[in-house]
């Protein structure tokens, strides 16, 4: 599912100034795609990434948490349709979206956190993007980046966007980050 979708809702909650506000407690953003795959089979899959801001913040930084959520198939519940899941913690650069140290991910509920580099950008690009250039942006996922690629530029309630796609080839996460018998 290539993704695009950020540049299209920034600007509702991007300061003048291109700093992620920290009054935006929290957002939602949600991809669907009806004609997804599971296990082989047809099934319309959904992603989310639940992002709140929380403290300690302040001027330079934002503590910022995201629930990510990938669900596939039609079942009575989400939890049936659950594929994945997990919360991710880090403090954020408010102006260059930037994770500075590696983020505490809960991969596995009722298991310990574990440390993950966040490199590139994600959630936020910096203020004054460079357009029609390829930008390195995480993809939790992976946990890696790849280049996201200039499409376009748009103009929307007073705002130039700069639209970008990146596309990511099938890559075997599980033998990337297949588990380890502790020692």
């Not at 509702?12 to 291109?18: N, V």
């Not at 669900?71 to 997990?86: I, P």
């Not at 140290?101 to 950008?121: K, R, S």
Request: with cysteine; charged share 25%.
């Amino acid at each position: 599912m290539p993704c695009w979708w950020g540049g299209w809702v920034a600007p509702s909650f991007i300061l003048d100034d291109g700093r992620l506000p920290l009054s935006l407690k929290q957002t939602t953003w949600t991809m669907h795609d009806p004609d997804g795959v599971r296990d082989g089979q047809p099934a319309p899959v959904t992603r989310q990434l639940h992002m709140e801001i929380r403290e300690p913040s302040n001027a330079g930084v934002a503590a910022v948490r995201v629930g990510d959520t990938l669900r596939a198939g039609e079942a009575a519940t989400d939890f049936d349709n659950l594929v994945t899941a997990s919360t991710w913690s880090f403090e954020m650069n408010r102006k260059t979206g930037r994770v500075e140290e590696p983020a505490d991910v809960q991969l596995v509920m009722g298991m310990p956190a574990v440390q993950v580099p966040v490199e590139g950008f994600w959630l936020k690009f910096p203020a004054g993007v460079a357009a029609e250039q390829a930008h390195e942006v995480f993809d939790p996922v992976l946990r890696a980046s790849a280049p996201a690629h200039f499409v376009d530029k748009k103009e929307l309630n007073g705002r130039e966007l700069y639209r970008f796609r990146q596309e990511i080839p099938p890559t075997n996460v599980a033998q990337r980050y297949a588990a380890r018998a502790p020692r």
